[in-house]
């Protein structure tokens, strides 16, 4: 099956620093790739979506300045976290959707949980 | 707009016992998709199952299975003889599926904990 990776799984970071989690697909070209996040005991919400080559679509209340997310290839996306204070906290999931066509499932990476001290 | 309501927070089980989680959602749309996932605590998600609109079978595989009823929206996940391996977080979501712009983002319900106990 899909395999989408992200790096790092965990990470800690001081206030007021910024941090980059890296998505990638691993055997598949990904045109588009979606950005969750999750906090403690909670559902996931899409931050925004990425579409390879342009720029994102952020959901309404996510600060696209705060959040900056690159999509220059077709298997990477990164989501920087910039200027991160405690309240980033956060766990946070990419997903990647197949080229062509209309696939329904996404594949999830594994997650990258983030620690704002 | 969409939405996908798990009412149960958290549901305590003893090992075989069988037990259904609920799902109802909320969508305007004729065409779309229902998915479950589970989460166990290492975070990853996994995916369970996909579903779409204009399929109303229900299925079962292995000790699971699924009843979508497009009458009352609903659709709800059952363990049967569930096992401690079972005790996750399990996530109901819907997506919209459009023709042009194809697959469109997921939306998660609150999830469910479930905790089988032996």
């Known amino acids: 099956g899909a395999v989408v990776s992200q790096h790092p799984s965990r990470v800690i970071c001081k206030s007021g620093t910024s941090v980059k989690i890296e998505c990638r697909s691993l055997d598949f070209q990904a045109t588009t790739m979606f950005w969750y996040r999750q906090f403690p005991k909670q559902s996931l919400m899409l931050m925004a979506t990425s579409n390879e080559g342009s720029k994102a679509t952020y959901e309404q209340g996510v600060e696209k300045d705060k959040f900056l997310i690159n999509h220059a290839s077709l298997t990477l996306s990164t989501l920087t976290v910039t200027s991160a204070h405690p309240e980033d906290s956060s766990f946070y999931i990419c997903s990647a959707r197949t080229s062509g066509g209309m696939t329904y499932e996404q594949y999830f990476g594994p997650g990258t949980r983030l620690t704002v001290t | 707009a969409q939405k996908v309501t798990q009412a149960q927070t958290e549901i305590s089980v003893v090992e075989k016992e069988d037990v259904t989680l609920d799902c109802v959602y909320e969508?305007?749309?004729?065409?779309?998709?229902l998915f479950w996932y589970k989460q166990p605590p290492s975070g990853e998600l996994v995916f369970l199952i996909r579903?779409?609109?204009?399929?109303?079978q229900n299925e079962i595989s292995g000790r699971y299975s699924w009843n979508f009823q497009k009458s009352t929206s609903s659709f709800n996940f059952t363990i049967t003889a569930s096992q401690v391996v079972d005790s996750a977080v399990y996530f109901c979501a819907l997506s919209e599926a459009r023709e042009n712009t194809g697959f469109q983002k997921l939306v998660f319900g609150t999830g469910t904990r479930l905790l089988v106990s032996p």
């Open positions: 969508t305007r749309d004729t065409t779309y998709y």
């Open positions: 579903r779409n609109s204009f399929d109303e």
